[in-house]
């Protein structure tokens, strides 16, 4: 089984709004990332945890908050986003950070 | 820094082989992978290269490395509609590298 889920499957926000984005695995995976991808474009990294713990950040603004409460769950708080914003958001986890990455449906998000 | 170059658009006819190329800019990188996206959907993985590899193959998936010039392949033979999606390979370890994508479109 090599399933990541992730909720919601879409999003409409405005600008003022709080809102999280969900990844789950129970795969055992120890590795969880977050993507973007804007329309016609190859995915972004935004940001990596490893065991739990943020390892990369690709210089994200801090309107993006990534959160790791377990090793099976990854959330993405959004607050005071911006139109430009608007993309799909892709969860990924892997065995360990060197190994392949599995990718969930994604959330597609829309600021207005 | 460099892109990981893709062409953009393939079109073939039902039953043909297609190839997809890739030329990749991170001669570090332990593995290669190839990754179909249908729309409005996530990344499937559909296969990987280990970098010591000069070529796999899976059923009716082929993928060609060239490590002296960069460059990836994936044949796809006996081509179906099913087929049809954005293909990615991508590079990296930890930080994947994902090329322009290729958008194959197959005709019945």
């Known amino acids: 089984d090599t399933e990541v889920t992730q909720t919601p499957k879409h999003l409409v926000m405005g600008m003022t709004n709080k809102k999280s984005l969900k990844c789950e695995q129970h795969?055992?995976?120890?590795?969880m990332y977050w993507y973007k991808q804007k329309a016609k474009k190859p995915p972004e990294l935004m940001f990596v945890?490893?065991?739990?713990?943020?390892?990369i950040n690709e210089s994200v603004p801090s309107r993006f908050s990534p959160e790791c409460p377990n090793s099976s769950l990854l959330n993405l708080h959004l607050h005071a986003l911006q139109p430009e914003d608007s993309a799909l958001y892709l969860c990924a986890s892997s065995q360990v950070p060197t190994e392949t990455q599995y990718f969930g449906p994604g959330t597609r998000l829309l600021v207005l | 820094g460099e892109d990981v170059e893709q062409s953009l658009f393939l079109s073939v006819r039902e039953g043909d082989s297609s190839v997809i190329n890739c030329t990749y800019t991170?001669?570090?990188?332990?593995?290669l992978y190839w990754y179909k996206q249908e729309p409005g959907a996530g990344l499937q993985l559909l296969t990987y290269?280990?970098?010591?590899?000069d070529m796999k193959q899976d059923q009716r998936l082929t993928v060609l490395l060239n490590k002296k010039d960069k460059h990836l392949s994936l044949r796809i033979a006996d081509t179906q509609t099913g087929d049809s999606a954005i293909y990615f390979c991508a590079e990296g370890t930890y930080k994947y590298i994902f090329g322009t994508g290729t958008r194959l479109k197959v005709l019945a």
């Open positions: 290269i280990f970098s010591n590899m």
């Open positions: 795969m055992g995976h120890r590795a």
């Open positions: 945890y490893s065991y739990e713990k943020l390892s």
């Open positions: 991170d001669s570090s990188s332990t593995y």
